[in-house]
């Protein structure tokens, strides 16, 4: 069975901070797919990423970045010098090889961030 | 170009009655499924279609009935609803449905209670 940790419930910070968002996962597949999605408070998902298991690079997106470390099953997220405009919902998730799409989604991160 | 769209956004129902919850996207996919979001528990798959005539079972199938007849449509069915139904609906679509590694589309939910 696949299973998405996200160990932090809610996170606080002020504008500017810097803040990682950890996700770490469960699969037995060899091959998978890691996602992660943001819902603003408008209700809607939004993509943000997709990593393949077989790639290990990081990636860097404007103030965005994901490290993917397969030694340790995770897959976080930092973003940079924080905006009001990030706060939202962040969930990891997670689906394997020909599984149509079957994402196993994590509990979610909630982002707060002040002036 | 619409993407997912799904009716009603909001929809309050009693004990015992039943809905139909729309969902249609208009981007040729193949690849269609409904979420189930609920606090503290992440979104949960409940039933995917992978083409016109095939659905298959989520993680929580339980209550809910689904049919595809169209490439285009994918209404999701409460025969009876209950309380523990209450809930943040999304459907999805991806354009290929044989692979966990496509990026799905959601609409932008439906708010069910269940009185």
């Known amino acids: 069975a696949q299973k998405v940790t996200q160990a932090q419930t809610e996170i606080s910070v002020v504008e500017k901070e810097d803040v990682t968002l950890d996700c770490v996962y469960e699969t037995r597949d060899t091959t998978y797919y890691l996602f992660w999605y943001k819902q603003p408070p408008s209700g809607e998902l939004v993509f943000l990423i997709r990593r393949n298991s077989f790639d290990e690079q990081n990636e860097i997106s404007g103030r965005y970045s994901w490290n993917f470390q397969k030694s340790t099953s995770s897959f976080n997220f930092t973003i940079t010098a924080s905006q009001v405009v990030d706060s939202a919902v962040y969930f990891c998730?997670?689906?394997?090889?020909?599984?149509?799409?079957?994402?196993?989604f994590g509990t979610g991160t909630r982002l707060q961030v002040t002036l | 170009n619409a993407g997912v769209t799904q009716t009603p956004k909001f929809q309050v129902l009693k004990t015992g009655q039943s809905m139909t919850l729309q969902c249609a996207q208009d981007m040729n996919h193949e690849y269609m499924s409904w979420y189930r979001q609920d606090p503290g528990m992440g979104l949960r798959l409940i039933h995917y279609s992978v083409g016109a005539g095939i659905t298959d079972q989520g993680e929580v199938p339980n209550g809910y009935n689904v049919s595809r007849s169209t490439t285009e449509d994918f209404p999701l069915r409460l025969l009876s609803a209950a309380p523990s139904q209450t809930s943040v609906y999304f459907c999805a679509s991806s354009n290929r449905g044989r692979s966990g590694a496509n990026v799905l589309t959601f609409g932008a939910g439906s708010r069910l209670t269940v009185l």
């Open positions: 998730a997670l689906s394997g090889s020909g599984t149509a799409s079957k994402l196993t």
